[in-house]
């Protein structure tokens, strides 16, 4: 397997909305294959029109660098991740809320979330990860 395939992803979608239905916001989630590009995505009702391209650039952010976006974020972009972010036009988001999707040792993913602190977003896209029995490393 070398990607996510629409009906994991769907899974993952329906493991995210289980866990966001507990929390008070309206969230954004997409899915990507590894190398950021979008598989399915859903907006919930209410969900910030940002979230949309928000929740894709954290997931195209992740999986281009096969760790949480969060963690790209820790320290400011290096410039590795400047040049690759400036080449694309901007389409990755280095901020918390996206994980990678692993099979075994390989990344086949990431999902990405937005629409409420950058801690619900992340918890949001783990449990779709785990939902559909995947890992994020």
């Not at 994991?8 to 995210?16: P, V």
Request: glycine share 12%.
């Amino acid at each position: 397997m070398s990607s996510i395939d629409l009906n994991i992803a769907k899974k993952i979608i329906e493991g995210a909305q289980k866990k966001s239905s507990e929390l008070k916001s309206n969230f954004c989630i997409s899915v990507v294959d590894p190398r950021g590009d979008l598989i399915t995505f859903i907006r919930e009702d209410g969900a910030p029109w940002r979230s949309v391209y928000i929740s894709q650039g954290k997931a195209a952010a992740s999986a281009a660098f096969m760790q949480p976006s969060g963690k790209l974020a820790e320290n400011g972009p290096n410039p590795i991740h400047q040049g690759l972010m400036s080449m694309l036009g901007g389409r990755m988001i280095p901020g918390q809320g996206a994980l990678p999707v692993f099979y075994e040792e390989e990344i086949i993913g990431a999902v990405g979330v937005s629409g409420g602190t950058p801690q619900e977003d992340e918890e949001i896209a783990l449990a779709g990860i785990k939902y559909a029995g995947y890992k994020v490393s």
